[in-house]
């Protein structure tokens, strides 16, 4: 690929304008990609990424500019246009039908027919596994989708555009939804695509992934081009200066914790799953105020339940928790929040927001009934505007009204209001899960600011979180989960990221005698464990 | 303010459409009811005779108007019946056996209350059959909470047991002597008789007072954000520490409350439960909801547009000599345009955001889910 050649480029984007009613989203952007070219879309949520390539794929008719492939101008109606110009895409959220074959899914709207009538699978199913071998992924054409992993729901995304022949291949935000290691397996896979000579627009406000993997790397502000880099010319803080516009401070400064007493006490805590199985096994720790507690683990390890458990979204089978000295194992929702425990979802569409409702009434959406945002049961609509017109102010939630529902706004301005709302209370403990999950650097700082924040003033804070890195960046103590139980709880400054990847990993033990699952009841397991710095 | 103001303005837009689409398939279908009749031709502008007559029928009378206010006064009601349900998540296919609980009860109670002064009789009769509506709410309302069965299948269920339940109690138990047909006595003071010569009577008042009170609750109440946060979504309800089975329970019973108050109306608009109450206001009241876009506003409009066609039908049919049915035809397609939005925008070109969008997946929602604790 680094061979010049004299030919037009495989894709060029000239002056691509696309205006929706009070936004430009593309601003006469320009964009080319070479054969055998990784090349990085960078932005923020909201930069006009998304709006570029649906422009290139068909879904949007740009207002101004034009698309040139292999030097020859191109107007793409629709995405079956698209298609058969060669442009493939791969959403972040795969469009597969999971009872389906990987095979059948693959000729969905692109059949390979033996005749007027039937199918030919056999013919599919060999160049499906051809295709496999050639980029270094074999699969089995006639597994069910739904058994497959999410990686390889991804990879089966890929046949699927390579399959209708697509030689320039567009990622949205594909790593979003992998672990590490498939991250990288996935890698190795665009490398191989690319050195086929495809071409590949990959999106992504990663900042270390696109330096990567990336060829070059376009980054995006506000619907204009704001230079193009080369991973070798750049570094981290100057790809998050040209997305913000600012300088962005990617590690937070997060000055000394002042522990006093633990607000936040869980003991022997024993959690079933949905499916019935005992997925948080005996867990104990204690948050203090003053301090953030970091619970590190790969996705899946009881975190999710441990978190419910806490806040009261999911019965507890055994154990106990304490809220500032109350017991309150067995305690519903509301009563943990009003005695002083605020948590942010992981989910946020899903279990912190009401999408179709105002902002308005998604931040007094827990204390809706209290005053002043309520009377007896009449609600008070000009507290609650204006409660809400200081809050979006003081939390920096871009939106033209509080008005407007909460569904229009970017992800980072909808974990905003979510923040806003658990934050913007006292509190007593909190827990934060995933609090930054797909956001870009500018949010991502913004609430790492905000979490220390509130942990100055007094609050013991409980993170859960994947981003490994994110835990490391904020925790004063890391307790590591591993199938259901605290496998060890360390000092936060001074811990070692390798060594926690491996607890994570193992648990700190050969990973083949880990207890068979159903075995309960190992009471104090955080006790037992290899403990270094700090204990609880 | 303004963005609220703005959202109104597209509020209306798709059942207007909707409506203008049915009457245009409805020409067509007037224009060929022209072959079958006594002269046997093609009349394109009989479509026109027909809707002028229909306009002249509801609204070129003070008793036309009155007769408009009368047969939407329970489509009010069981508009309201299915829109506060559709604004939980809920789609309350039972009205029809609500409004029979109510109208029954309502005429048992008014037997029992005949003798007493009007003022007396008939607040008792209405408020035992907006009780019994709400009991038949709660059942479904129960089930769906507890035991996640879901309340399309109970409440059709329940419409059919309603139906037997009360027919044979009239037919048997209930069943007045003296008559040579199987009725209830008569439930005498209890009537609401018409006044000043119309058919206006007083139990106009209370669908008129319920279509403020839903609306006050459900947007100027915090039970009413209850509500409407479970029908939203149900998993943000439970974490923001509402308790979505419970307002599930209350939505229903209030759904069957307000069906019992229409049953009672047209019952004791009647005087007396016939041994069959055929009445199709339960299943008109989806049309009505769903073409007010389930808002306690948009409710009061639509009942009175197919008030209406009902008030008018009559004149149009001697006057255009076009049948009646046709009122039914055009609700139908009317309902069929609504369900089927995306064919209007498609037609008219709208942009597809649409407000009031969430109410019609709730009918199109998987059936099965799980209903989340409270």
């Keep these: 690929m680094s061979v010049e050649q004299p030919s037009p480029p495989r894709l060029q984007m000239r002056g691509i304008t696309k205006r929706y009613p009070g936004v430009i989203a593309n601003n006469r952007i320009d964009l080319d990609v070479k054969a055998g070219e990784i090349h990085a879309l960078l932005g923020e949520n909201g930069a006009g990424k998304t709006t570029l390539m649906n422009v290139l794929f068909g879904l949007a008719h740009p207002d101004e500019g034009e698309i040139l492939i292999d030097g020859n101008p191109v107007r793409i109606a629709d995405p079956a246009d698209a298609i058969s110009r060669g442009i493939g895409m791969v959403h972040q959220h795969f469009m597969l039908i999971p009872v389906l074959t990987v095979a059948e899914n693959i000729l969905l709207g692109a059949e390979t027919m033996a005749n007027p009538i039937f199918l030919d699978r056999n013919e599919a199913r060999r160049r499906i596994i051809e295709l496999g071998k050639r980029f270094g992924f074999e699969i089995d054409p006639d597994a069910r989708v739904e058994t497959l992993s999410v990686g390889w729901q991804q990879r089966v995304e890929i046949l699927k555009a390579l399959y209708r022949q697509a030689r320039i291949l567009v990622l949205d935000e594909p790593t979003a939804v992998l672990t590490p290691q498939e991250t990288v397996e996935v890698f190795a896979v665009f490398r191989r695509l690319a050195a086929e000579g495809h071409s590949i627009i990959f999106i992504s406000h990663k900042l270390y992934e696109v330096l990567e993997i990336a060829d070059r790397i376009t980054v995006i502000r506000r619907g204009e081009v704001v230079g193009t880099r080369q991973p070798a010319q750049t570094n981290e803080d100057d790809l998050a200066e040209l997305m913000v516009g600012r300088r962005v401070k990617l590690a937070v400064d997060r000055g000394t914790s002042h522990p006093s007493e633990p607000v936040l006490t869980v003991e022997n805590l024993r959690v079933r799953s949905d499916r019935g199985q005992d997925v948080v096994r005996g867990v104990s720790f204690n948050v203090r105020a003053g301090e953030i507690l970091g619970i590190a683990g790969v996705a899946g390890n009881g975190q999710d339940e441990l978190v419910e458990a806490i806040t009261g979204l999911r019965r507890s089978i055994g154990g106990m928790a304490h809220l500032a000295g109350q017991n309150i194992t067995g305690w519903s929702v509301r009563e943990r929040r009003e005695h002083g425990l605020g948590y942010v979802p992981g989910d946020r569409q899903k279990y912190g927001l009401i999408l179709g409702f105002p902002i308005s009434d998604n931040l007094i959406l827990t204390r809706y009934y209290n005053s002043p945002f309520a009377r007896g049961i009449q609600r008070e609509d000009a507290a609650i505007e204006k409660w809400a017109q200081g809050t979006i102010e003081e939390f920096d939630i871009r939106t033209p009204s509080w008005a407007v529902p909460a569904g229009t706004l970017s992800g980072g301005n909808q974990q905003k209001v979510i923040v806003a709302r658990e934050f913007s209370r006292d509190l007593k403990a909190l827990v934060l899960d995933q609090p930054t999950r797909g956001l870009d650097v500018g949010s991502i700082e913004f609430i790492h600011k905000q979490a220390i924040r509130k942990r100055d003033a007094g609050t013991g804070i409980l993170l859960v979180s994947a981003e490994l890195d994110e835990i490391l960046e904020l925790s004063d103590r890391i307790a590591v989960m591993y199938r259901g139980e605290i496998v060890a709880i360390v000092d936060g400054p001074t811990a070692n990221k390798e060594e926690i990847g491996l607890l994570m990993a193992t648990g700190g033990r050969v990973p083949a005698e880990g207890p068979p699952p159903g075995m309960s009841g190992q009471a104090g397991a955080a006790t037992d464990m290899p403990v270094k710095g700090a204990t609880s | ?374």
């Design chain 2, 1 to 374: 303010m303004k963005a609220r103001l703005k959202s109104y303005a597209g509020f209306g837009l798709v059942p207007a459409l909707s409506i203008l689409l049915a009457l245009l398939v409805a020409s067509v279908l007037i224009i060929a009811s022209g072959l079958f009749g006594p002269e046997k031709k093609v009349d394109l502008l009989l479509p026109l005779v027909a809707y002028r007559s229909l306009l002249v029928g509801a609204f070129g009378s003070f008793k036309g108007i009155a007769n408009m206010i009368v047969a939407a006064t329970p489509l009010m009601l069981t508009g309201l019946a299915v829109g506060v349900g559709l604004k939980a998540g809920l789609f309350n296919i039972g009205a029809t056996g609500q409004v029979l609980m109510g109208g029954f009860t309502a005429a048992l109670v008014g037997v029992v209350v005949a003798g007493a002064p009007p003022w007396i009789a008939i607040p008792v009769a209405m408020l035992a059959g907006m009780l019994a509506g709400a009991l038949a709410g709660f059942i479904p309302g129960f089930l769906k909470a507890y035991t996640g069965a879901h309340e399309v299948v109970t409440t059709i269920m329940l419409n059919a047991l309603a139906q037997l339940t009360v027919s044979g109690l009239v037919n048997d138990v209930f069943r007045a002597p003296g008559f040579s047909f199987a009725r209830t006595p008569p439930v005498g003071n209890a009537a609401l008789t018409g006044v000043g010569g119309t058919t206006l009577h007083v139990g106009v008042i209370f669908a008129f007072v319920c279509i403020p009170i839903s609306y006050w609750l459900l947007w100027r109440t915090t039970v009413g954000f209850e509500i409407r946060a479970v029908g939203a979504n149900p998993t943000a309800a439970l974490y923001a520490g509402m308790k979505p089975r419970r307002m599930m329970i209350l939505t229903m019973s209030l759904c069957g409350a307000f069906a019992g108050l229409a049953g009672a109306v047209e019952i004791l608009r009647l005087g007396y439960y016939p041994a069959v109450f055929g009445t199709s206001i339960g299943f008109d009241g989806i049309t009505v909801a769903l073409l007010g876009q389930a808002n306690p506003v948009g409710i009061l409009l639509s009942a009175l547009l197919l008030g209406a066609m009902r008030a008018g039908a009559p004149l149009m049919q001697i006057q255009a000599r076009v049948p009646v049915e046709i009122i039914d035809v055009i609700q139908g397609v009317i309902l069929i345009f609504l369900a089927a939005e995306i064919v209007v925008r498609r037609i008219f070109r709208l942009r597809t955001e649409g407000v009031g969008a969430g109410e019609l997946q709730t009918i199109t929602r998987t059936y099965g889910e799980k209903v989340v604790g409270g």
